[in-house]
């Protein structure tokens, strides 16, 4: 860290939540969920944990929080100072607990982690809207706000942050009036994520397999992500690495369709279709695998690819979404031209028939993921971009 970044950050923070007559101030955090599945959440635990940190340091005066999908058997721990409120999965619900929790100690900031959940703010309540809001974009929802409460909700926000500068160049290009609110926070490994695949001494790590993983949800309705062209790749693959397995983690309704398309194409011997993981599980694929391949059309960030390199796996991307902000082609991992069956295969297959260059690369990305994605940098980003302007 630079001589005196840490101080300024410091001094720049205590503004974010500051009241009239520089008392610290509070933030609202009206979330999906911390405890729950998915990148969302994972986003979301590392929102709460830095804003709760500004609490404890004294920048703010508390935070509260409004979760609508927590498990109420076992929520996440409560803000340190503040409230938290469970929602239940009801949209009622959380508006209604919103908006009592304003009115209760009228934060000076509202932040959601989601362009859907921000709606609430806009419904014709006693105080709201709240006078500055801010919303966390993650590329794929941007589609459903060219209209609608979705679009009036980021019209109104005082701030929008962007999980990469590839999401927020979308963002200033797809609704030119925000532009000047817009601002990137690139994501991070999640601390609770990172504490527990804290890597064993070398000796005792199992040796890699031949094995490509890639890690997602399968919806029908959104087929993006590059499982079709991985399959189709795979028979190339095999030719080349006769040993070759796909790994797929995850669950979705177009699993039924993917798995027939293996059998299909005469790989389905090869391909490992795995569920629902564990984050203990999922830290094992990415220490077992050889790379990890996600070669997709639609990540805003893509946070799978920094967790892989993390761990030390190599990855393919595709050159149609951020991938190039989290690769580095070349260094770190390999890009490819989306839905290109041919360059895809080409690129699993030159990483698995070659493991010492696997390596140099999973070595090279491990540490770029510590320098570029840690909590850390991503806690100083969040902060400076919550200032006011």
Request: net charge positive; aromatic share 6%.
């Amino acid at each position: 860290m630079p001589e005196g970044e840490g101080e300024s950050t410091a001094t720049r923070a205590s503004s974010i939540g500051e009241a009239t007559g520089g008392d610290p101030g509070s933030v609202l955090l009206g979330l999906t969920g911390l405890r729950i599945e998915g990148g969302i959440a994972s986003v979301s635990r590392c929102l709460a944990r830095a804003l709760d940190e500004e609490v404890q340091a004294g920048r703010l005066a508390r935070t509260d929080r409004v979760l609508l999908l927590e498990p109420a058997g076992e929520p996440a721990p409560p803000p340190t100072r503040g409230d938290q409120h469970l929602a239940r999965g009801s949209q009622a619900r959380f508006v209604w607990q919103l908006w009592r929790a304003f009115r209760r100690q009228r934060h000076d900031l509202v932040l959601f982690d989601l362009v859907g959940l921000a709606r609430s703010v806009l419904l014709p309540l006693p105080g709201f809207p709240p006078p500055r809001t801010a919303i966390f974009v993650h590329g794929i929802e941007l589609a459903g706000a060219r209209s609608g409460a979705r679009a009036r909700a980021l019209a109104a926000a005082t701030r929008v942050l962007a999980n990469s500068e590839f999401t927020a160049a979308r963002v200033r290009r797809e609704f030119p009036g925000l532009a000047e609110r817009v601002r990137a926070v690139p994501l991070c490994i999640d601390p609770e994520r990172a504490a527990a695949w804290r890597e064993s001494p070398a000796a005792s790590l199992p040796p890699r397999e031949p094995a490509a993983l890639i890690v997602g949800r399968m919806w029908s309705e959104e087929r993006g992500k590059g499982h079709d062209a991985l399959l189709e790749a795979w028979p190339g693959v095999r030719r080349r690495v006769p040993a070759a397995e796909l790994w797929i983690a995850g669950e979705g309704d177009d699993l039924p369709r993917l798995e027939a398309r293996a059998r299909e194409l005469g790989v389905a011997p090869a391909v490992r279709f795995l569920g629902r993981v564990s984050d203990a599980e999922l830290g094992a694929l990415y220490r077992r695998a050889s790379l990890y391949a996600m070669p997709s059309r639609q990540e805003g960030f893509g946070l799978a690819w920094a967790e892989a390199m993390w761990c030390g796996l190599p990855c393919v991307g595709s050159t149609a979404d951020a991938a190039g902000e989290v690769i580095r082609d070349g260094e770190t991992g390999l890009l490819v031209p989306w839905g290109d069956v041919a360059a895809i295969g080409a690129a699993v297959g030159a990483l698995l028939v070659d493991p010492a260059r696997a390596r140099r690369m999973g070595e090279a990305g491990r540490r770029h993921a510590r320098e570029r994605f840690s909590y850390d940098r991503f806690r100083r980003d969040l902060l400076a971009a919550l200032e006011p302007s």
